[in-house]
C-alpha cells in the first residue's frame, strides 16, 4: 500500500464502498423479486386462479374476478414451487420460509444436483394439502415430504395421484393421494419442469436437455421413456431461447415456453400434434412469459415483467389483457414496493457515485500536493529560526486545482439532474421522480458542503510576530494570542475564538513544507492536539470544517437508520 495514503481514508472509503454495493444490491435484488403473475392453473369446479406472490387470484369460467386467496393465512411466508388442485377443490403446495442456503444456490447456479433431504426441517414447512375456504391444511404424508424447488406439480384428478418434478435433485417422484410415494425415476433428467398427463402418458419439460420428454406413467414402468422432442427450432435458437420450462396443450397442437438462459424473457412456439414446428407466437420485446393455460377458446399467458396475464386465441391472435380487479389491487401494491426497493437500490449508487467522485478529488489533492512542493521555497518568507516576523497564506496553485476539481465534480452531477427532469416528465412513472429527489438533493448538499469548504480557505492567513500569533479566518476577521495559548494538529490551527484549515498531507492548503519546516518550530510552546479534539474545536468556533463534520455524521446517522428500516419491510 502507498505510504502517502492514510489508513483510516483506505477504510472509510472501503466501508463506504462496500455500503453503498449492499444497499444496491439488496434493493434492486429485492425489487426484482417482487414478480407478477406467474403459475396459472384450473381447478376441479373450473375456476381458474392466477399465483402472484404469496396470493391465488381465483377468476370463474368466464374469467371474471371471484376472490382473493391470501395464503399467508394458511402459513404460506413465501410461495415456493408450484401447486396442484385435488379432485375434491383441496390445494397442494408449500408452505413455511425459503430454507435454501447460499450453498444450495450455488449448486443450482452451477448445474449440481439439490443435496439437501426432502424431509421437512419443521413441523410447518413442506407440501401441505390445503382446503383454501376453510383455511385449513394438513401434511401430504408421513412424516412429510419438502420440496423447495418442485416447479412441476401435476395431479391425476382420476386417482389424485400426485406427479412432482423435483427440479434440483433431476428426478420425477409420483405419490398416492396420501403422501406416499409410489415411484421415482433416475437421475436422467436436467432440472426438468412442468409436467402433465395427456393420452395416459406422462410429458415432461426437461429444461437443460431442451426436450419434452412422453415416459410411461403407470407405477410399475414410471419414467420409462417413450419418446423425446426436442422443442427448440432454429428461430428460438438464433434468439436464445433453448430452455423449455412450461408447455400445454392447445387444441390440437402445444405451445411451449422457451426461456433465455437466466430463465426469462422466454418466447411462445407452437408445435402441432406430432411435434412439428408450427410459429412463434408473437410478444413484445421485454415480455417475461411464464405460464400458460388453455381454456375452451382462448390461452392465458402469465407475464412476470409487465404485470399483466396475457390472452389470446386459440391460432394465436393477441386478446386484450386479464381485467380482475383482485390481480390489479395486489399489482398496485407491488408496485409501490418495488418502487421503494428501486429507490434504496438508486440510494446505493448514489453513494458510490458519490465515493467515485470523492476519489476523483482526491487524486487532483495528490496532484496539488506534488505540484506545490516545486514552490515551498518561494512560499517561505524568512529562516524560522531568525526571529523575524513569518506570515504564510494559501497556496494559490492547491486552491485553483480545488475549484477545477468541485468544477469537474459539479459538471458529473448534472446528468443526475437531466434523469430525474426526464423521470418526471417523460417517464410513465413520475411519481418516482418525487422519491429520487431525497436522494438527489443529499448528492447536492454534500457537494454544496464541498463547495463551501473550497471557498473558505481563501483569503486566511498565519502570522507570527515574537511570541504572538495571528489568524485571519474565512470571516476575514482576525484574532491574536500568544503562542503558548494556540491548539494545532496536522490539519488546523485555532486560536480561543477562531481557526484556520491548513488541509491534508494529500490535500494541503498551505504548503506543507512551509508549515513542517517554518510553522511546527515556531509553535514549540503551543498545545498539539489530536484530530478528534480538533475537530471539536472546529465545531466549537463554527468553522465549515467542523459544521461539514457534524452534518456528515447527521448523514450517517441517517443511512444507517434508512438502511434498518429497509431491512423491516
Known amino acids: 500500500m502507498n505510504s502517502e495514503v492514510h489508513p483510516a481514508v483506505v477504510a472509510v472509503v472501503l466501508f463506504l464502498t462496500a455500503v453503498a454495493l449492499a444497499v444496491w444490491m439488496w434493493g434492486s435484488g429485492a425489487a426484482t423479486g417482487i414478480g407478477g403473475p406467474a403459475e396459472l392453473r384450473t381447478g376441479p369446479d373450473g375456476h381458474h386462479y392466477v399465483q402472484i406472490r404469496h396470493y391465488l387470484v381465483e377468476h370463474d369460467e368466464d374469467g371474471d374476478f371471484v376472490a382473493t386467496h391470501d395464503l399467508d393465512s394458511i402459513g404460506v411466508e413465501l410461495f ?332 458529473l452531477l448534472l446528468p443526475l439532474v437531466a434523469l430525474l427532469g426526464y423521470i418526471v416528465v417523460g417517464s410513465q412513472q413520475p411519481e418516482l421522480g418525487v422519491h429520487l429527489v431525497i436522494p438527489l438533493a443529499g448528492l447536492f448538499l454534500a457537494f454544496g458542503a464541498i463547495v463551501w469548504m473550497v471557498r473558505s480557505n481563501r483569503g486566511t492567513a498565519i502570522r507570527i510576530a515574537g511570541n504572538t500569533l495571528t489568524l485571519r479566518d474565512h470571516t476575514g476577521r482576525e484574532s491574536s494570542c500568544p503562542v503558548r495559548d494556540v491548539r494545532y494538529s496536522t490539519s488546523a490551527i485555532a486560536t480561543r475564538d477562531t481557526a484556520v484549515f491548513l488541509g491534508q498531507p494529500l490535500a494541503p492548503v498551505y504548503s506543507r513544507k512551509a508549515i513542517e519546516q517554518d510553522l511546527i518550530p515556531r509553535l514549540a510552546p503551543a498545545q498539539r492536539v489530536n484530530p478528534f479534539s480538533m475537530t471539536r474545536i472546529l465545531i466549537e468556533v463554527r468553522h465549515p470544517q467542523g459544521i461539514v463534520a457534524v452534518l456528515a455524521l447527521g448523514a450517517v446517522v441517517v443511512l444507517g437508520i434508512v438502511v434498518r428500516l429497509g431491512t423491516t419491510i
Open 80 to 411: 415456493l414451487g408450484s401447486y396442484a388442485f385435488f379432485s375434491n377443490g383441496d390445494v397442494l403446495l408449500r408452505r413455511g420460509p425459503d430454507p435454501r442456503s447460499f450453498a444450495d444456490n450455488l449448486r443450482a447456479f452451477q448445474r449440481r444436483t439439490n443435496l439437501s433431504s426432502i424431509s421437512p426441517e419443521t413441523a410447518d414447512s413442506g407440501l401441505f394439502r390445503c382446503d383454501l375456504d376453510a383455511r385449513l391444511c394438513e401434511r401430504f404424508g408421513d412424516p412429510g415430504v419438502d420440496f423447495k424447488a418442485a416447479h412441476g406439480i401435476f395431479i391425476d384428478r382420476a386417482t389424485d395421484e400426485v406427479y412432482v418434478s423435483d427440479t434440483t435433485r433431476h428426478v420425477l417422484r409420483k405419490y398416492s393421494a396420501g403422501g406416499d410415494q409410489v415411484a421415482v425415476t433416475g437421475e436422467a433428467f436436467r432440472f426438468p419442469n412442468e409436467l402433465t398427463l395427456h393420452d395416459g402418458r406422462l410429458y415432461v419439460a426437461d429444461t437443460n436437455h431442451h426436450v419434452v420428454r412422453i415416459m410411461a406413467a403407470e407405477s410399475g414402468s414410471y419414467g420409462d421413456l417413450v419418446d423425446s422432442i426436442d422443442v427448440v427450432p432454429g428461430e428460438a435458437a438464433l434468439a436464445g431461447q433453448r430452455w423449455p420450462s412450461h408447455f400445454v396443450r392447445v387444441g390440437d397442437g402445444w405451445w411451449v415456453n422457451n426461456m433465455e438462459t437466466g430463465m426469462d424473457l422466454g418466447g411462445l412456439y407452437v408445435f402441432d400434434d406430432d411435434w412439428n414446428y408450427v410459429r412463434r407466437i408473437s410478444l413484445p420485446g421485454n415480455a417475461d412469459p411464464i405460464s400458460m393455460l388453455a381454456l375452451d377458446d382462448e390461452v392465458w399467458v402469465s407475464d412476470w415483467n409487465n404485470d399483466i396475464v396475457r390472452r389470446f386465441t386459440h391460432d394465436g391472435k393477441p386478446l386484450s389483457a386479464l381485467e380482475s380487479a383482485g390481480l390489479e389491487d395486489i399489482l398496485a401494491r407491488s408496485r409501490i414496493e418495488r418502487r421503494e426497493y428501486t429507490l434504496y437500490g438508486y440510494g446505493g449508487v448514489a453513494l458510490l457515485i458519490f465515493v467515485l467522485l470523492a476519489l476523483l478529488v482526491r487524486a487532483f489533492a495528490v496532484g496539488m500536493n506534488r505540484d506545490s512542493n516545486a514552490t515551498d521555497a518561494a512560499k517561505r518568507e524568512i529562516d524560522p529560526d531568525d526571529g523575524r516576523e513569518l506570515r504564510l497564506e494559501p497556496d494559490e496553485k492547491a486552491l485553483f486545482r480545488m475549484r477545477v476539481a468541485t468544477t469537474l465534480v459539479g459538471v
